[in-house]
Every structure is written in structure tokens, then in C-alpha cells.
């Protein structure tokens, strides 16, 4: 028998904890040993109690929830799952913690919600499951070395491709890693990553500020241009790319794709149509299957593709599900990534050279 998933639950707010309480317990796989209103409380539970997961509320007295979550990646790294409230204050704590090391993040439900912290459990479970919290790889005693880092050519000219990129849980910091090795004069790049509306215009600012491309949340009819990167707003539209002849984001209406909206599919399958051979496809760390068929339609198309490697992802769904259907051309850690993008969109790569 499988043993059940120990989860330690950290909010002021007792109603919020019963919640809380209530959802992880209809789980038959799920056990909420311990509960604890503040940080203080939070690290005597964890000593005595020794959870697998951490449910950690954003906003605590005496000390919020990202300086908590900063000292648990320093001193004793574990799964944290961030509960936030759906706002833009929300959203830039979530963000600053997922790049900490926070797990995912999940909203507070509003006021009437039908179905309060739906997906909860299933996102406790894979945390479980999770190699964020292992120890770093040690040969001779001593943590393997990094990959060095990359950094464009002074003389790197862009292909005329189109770069398309999908992510979920743990992309946050996967799409930090590849997308700051990018040039000023990148090829025009799109993203589609999991995450609540109120969450992907922070997102992209804080993307802005990091990378030497432009970055923005998309908009309905933005033109793609070289050096500039387009995040897919969250909320009800999936992200496509149209026109051939000067290429856009199109907002589109539709249902969830995967139980996604936006959807990974979605995008890959209008670049695949849209560029064909003339595109790369990278597929990051994300819970599911959403991307692996449009990943595959790409490659079919032509396309460079791309998957995250099982050791450097969060979660080896997504990229997983896309290497065994064919879909992946390279599969690579996550600090090879940026390097590899790089050499499939200049004016020789590979690609170009048989074409």
C-alpha cells in the first residue's frame, strides 16, 4: 500500500485552514498531520511533525510567507505549496516565491466559489513526488558544478523562425533560466504557461526586467516582432498564432484544452500550421500532458523541438509524455536549453543549412 501524503497546513485565517483541511482530507492519499496560524508555530510543527508538503499562506503576522518559505529553501528544502490571494499585491508575493523555490502556487478561493481549491490535492500529491527538495548531485563529496554559463554570439543574427514555449508547474524558474540567455534581437517568441489571470501581466514585467529581449503579457493582434517575447494572458482565451504574411497573437474563445485555458496544445498546433519547419518548439517541467500533441504536430511540421530533461524538471509530465510520443528532436537539461534555441534560430543552423 502506498504510503499517504503528509501535509502540514500554514494560515492565520482558521477558516481558511478548516478549508483547507477539509479539501486534502477527501483524498484518501492525502494526511493533514498538523496545522500552525504563523511562521513560528510553522517551524516547530515541522521539526516535530516532519511533513512531506507544506501548504503556506502568502500573507502571515510577525513573518510572511515568503520570508519563511526563503529560510525552508535555506535550511531545510521541501515542498511548499504557496496559497495566495487572486490579486495583483498576490500575485507579485506568489511570483518572488516561486522563484525562491515554492512548488506551485494555488489562489484563494472568492467569496461564492463552487468548487474551492479544486486541484489542490492532485497538486499536493505531485509535490510529493517531486525533485525540487532532493539534494543537489554530489560526486567526490563535492556538488556537481553548474554548466557554464552561455551568452549569445556579439554577432548572432536571428533566423526568420518563430520560437514557441510551454510550461507549468515549475516554469517560473525554468523560463527564467532559457529566456535570460536570450539576445536584445531574439526571434519573436511566444508562452504558454499555467498560471491565474490576475498572475501573467506580473509575470511578464518581472520577465521585462530580467531579459534583454522585450517581454509583455500578449494582447489580441500583437504583431510579432524580433526581440520581443509574448506571454499568453491567463483567463478565458487560448493564445494562437495567425497570418502568415505578417504573423499575430489571436486571443481566441474556447473551451479548456487538457483542463487548460490557455493551452499549450492550442498554441503549438497554430505555430505548427502557421511556420511549420520555420520554428522551434520547447516543451519545460509542467504537471499532464498539455503541449505534447502540439509539440508533436510541430515536429511533424518541421519544426526544432525541444524537451526538458527528467532530472532538471519540477514535474517530468509534459515533457515526458512528449518524448514518448516522438515529439522531442533534443532532450536537454534545463542550462542547455537558452544554448540550443540559440543555434536552432540562427542563420545557420542546423536546419537552415539542409534545407
Known amino acids: 500500500m502506498t504510503a499517504r501524503t503528509r501535509v502540514l497546513v500554514v494560515d492565520d485565517s482558521p477558516t481558511m485552514r478548516s478549508l483547507i483541511r477539509a479539501v486534502l482530507r477527501s483524498d484518501p492519499g492525502i494526511e493533514v498531520v498538523g496545522e500552525a496560524a504563523d511562521a513560528l508555530e510553522a517551524r516547530s510543527a ?16 510577525n513573518m510572511n510567507g515568503i520570508e519563511f518559505l526563503d529560510k525552508i529553501m535555506k535550511l531545510r528544502p521541501m515542498p511548499v505549496i504557496m496559497v495566495s490571494t487572486l490579486t495583483q499585491r498576490g500575485a507579485e508575493a506568489t511570483l518572488a516565491a516561486l522563484e525562491i523555490g515554492a512548488f ?4 484563494k478561493p472568492l467569496p461564492g466559489d463552487p468548487q474551492p481549491f ?3 490535492a492532485e497538486t499536493v500529491k505531485a509535490a510529493a513526488r517531486s525533485q525540487r527538495h532532493l539534494p543537489e548531485p554530489v560526486v567526490g563529496g563535492q556538488p556537481v558544478a553548474a554548466a557554464p554559463a552561455y551568452s549569445a554570439p556579439s554577432d548572432y543574427q536571428p533566423a526568420r523562425k518563430i520560437i514557441a514555449i510551454g510550461a507549468s508547474t515549475g516554469g517560473v524558474e525554468a523560463l527564467i533560466a532559457v529566456l535570460t540567455k536570450f539576445p536584445a534581437n531574439c526571434p519573436p517568441t511566444v508562452i504558454t504557461q499555467h498560471m491565474p489571470a490576475t498572475f501573467t501581466k506580473s509575470f511578464a514585467e518581472r520577465l521585462n526586467r530580467l531579459c534583454a529581449p522585450q517581454v509583455k503579457e500578449a494582447e489580441d493582434g500583437d504583431r510579432l516582432e524580433i526581440g520581443r517575447i509574448y506571454l499568453a494572458p ?8 495567425s497570418n502568415p504574411t505578417a504573423p499575430r497573437c489571436m486571443l481566441v474563445e474556447g473551451g479548456p484544452v487538457n483542463g487548460h485555458r490557455p493551452s499549450v496544445d492550442v498554441m503549438f498546433q497554430s505555430v505548427a500550421r502557421l511556420a511549420g519547419r520555420k ?3 520547447i516543451i519545460l517541467t509542467g ?8 509539440l508533436l504536430e510541430m515536429h511533424k511540421a518541421g519544426a526544432t523541438t525541444i524537451g526538458q530533461n527528467e532530472k532538471t524538471c519540477v514535474v517530468y509530465g509534459m515533457p515526458r509524455v512528449a518524448h514518448e510520443i516522438g515529439a522531442v528532436d533534443f532532450q536537454l537539461p534545463l542550462n542547455q536549453i537558452g544554448e ?3 543555434k536552432s534560430t540562427t542563420t545557420t543552423s542546423r536546419k537552415d543549412r539542409v534545407a
Do not use: F, S, Y
Open 340 to 342: 540550443e534555441v540559440l
Open 234 to 241: 491567463g483567463g478565458d482565451r487560448h493564445m494562437e498564432i
Open 287 to 294: 504537471m499532464g500532458r498539455d503541449g505534447a500533441a502540439g
Open 279 to 281: 520554428a522551434v518548439g
Open 46 to 61: 515541522i521539526k516535530q511533525l516532519n511533513p512531506d508538503v507544506i501548504t503556506l499562506d502568502v500573507e502571515m503576522p
Open 118 to 120: 479544486a486541484g489542490l
Open 104 to 107: 506551485d502556487c494555488i489562489g
